[in-house]
Structures are given as structure tokens and as C-alpha cells.
């Protein structure tokens, strides 16, 4: 008996103690108002808070709102990459099947040129593929069109190897022979 008397009772607040003077019951469900939202009454717990604990309830009401709008962020965010991704898989398709044709053609009477189109389509800038294609066989070589290079000579048959090996991503299956044609 005589512990238990031995200490003095604590006077004022105490740290680590939940008090139950913070917990405030509910007039409409009884229970402490953090546990309305669990009831089906909520509606009627929430009218009863507004009038008799507007602070509490506004506090109620912020942080709803707030969860919310963090939700609704989230969303978007995902949203947004899913649509950044979507946009890339679009812009490949809207470029066609990726395919290099390479064609001779007549030049005057007795020469040819070389024809190349769909360089595009790996995303090769022209203008450089071009450029690439006339100090590689030491001859004339321009951007004709809007996916199209036209080499002056009959350089097609290395263009195999030399497409292959300047942009390793384009296999020779996706390299077409269009043979000789008429321009
Ligand atoms: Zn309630």
C-alpha cells in the first residue's frame, strides 16, 4: 500500500500521454468525432459538428479538400506520363515503316544516279546522310526531296555495306532494291 501513494501525483500536462480531455465525442453517434466518417450517420454527424464544433469541422472540412487536391495532382502527374509516353509511340507511327529503298536512275545517256529514300524514317538528318554519301564515294550527292538523296553515279550496290555500317540500326532486311527506274 505504501507505493502506491509513494509518488506525488504529476501536476499539469504530461509528454507521450494521449488525454481524453482532447477527444471530442460526437452529440449525434457518441463517438469521438475522428470516428464519424465510419459511421452511415456521417452526414448527420457532420451537422452536428458545424454546430457545435465549427473549428473542428472546418479543420475537417481543409483537410478533405487537401488530400483531394494531392489525389488530383498525382493523377495528373500520371497522366502526363502516360501521355508523354503515348506522344512518342505516335510520332513513330506516324512516320510509316521504317525502310531505306535504294533505286539507280538515268542520267543523261550513258550515266546514272543513285536514289535513296526513307533515311527519314530512322531519323537520319538528310543534309549530313548527304553529305556522308558524296565525301564517301567522292561525288555529287544532295537532298532532292523530302526524304530523298540522290547520289550522282551508280554507287547502289555498295550502298549496302555503307548504310549498314554508317547507321548500325538499319538491317540490311529493311534495305530495298528498287532496281533501275525512270524519273
Ligand atoms: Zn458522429
Not at 507505493?3 to 504529476?10: I, N, Y
Request: with cysteine; proline share 6%; aromatic share 8%.
Amino acid at each position: 500500500m505504501a507505493s502506491d501513494v509513494q509518488a506525488p501525483l504529476p501536476i499539469g500536462p504530461q509528454p507521450k500521454v494521449n488525454y481524453p480531455m482532447n477527444v471530442v465525442y460526437c452529440g449525434e453517434c457518441t463517438m469521438p468525432t475522428e470516428y464519424c466518417e465510419y459511421f452511415p450517420n456521417y452526414e448527420k454527424c457532420k451537422v452536428w459538428l458545424e454546430k457545435n464544433m465549427p473549428d473542428m469541422f472546418a479543420k475537417l472540412g481543409v483537410a478533405s479538400e487537401e488530400g483531394a487536391g494531392e489525389g488530383d495532382t498525382d493523377e495528373k502527374k500520371k497522366r502526363q506520363t502516360r501521355g508523354g509516353k503515348g506522344q512518342v509511340k505516335t510520332k513513330k507511327k506516324a512516320m510509316g515503316p521504317q525502310k531505306v529503298c535504294l533505286s539507280t536512275a538515268p542520267r543523261g545517256k550513258k550515266k546514272s544516279v543513285t536514289v535513296i529514300t526513307g533515311l527519314r524514317t530512322f531519323d537520319i538528318d538528310l543534309k549530313v546522310a548527304a553529305k556522308f554519301f558524296g565525301q564517301r564515294f567522292a561525288c555529287g550527292s544532295s537532298v532532292t526531296g523530302d526524304d530523298e538523296i540522290v547520289i550522282q553515279g551508280d554507287v547502289k550496290d555498295d550502298l549496302w555495306d555503307v548504310i549498314t555500317e554508317k547507321w548500325p540500326e538499319i538491317d540490311d532486311d529493311l534495305i530495298e532494291d528498287l532496281g533501275h527506274q525512270k524519273r
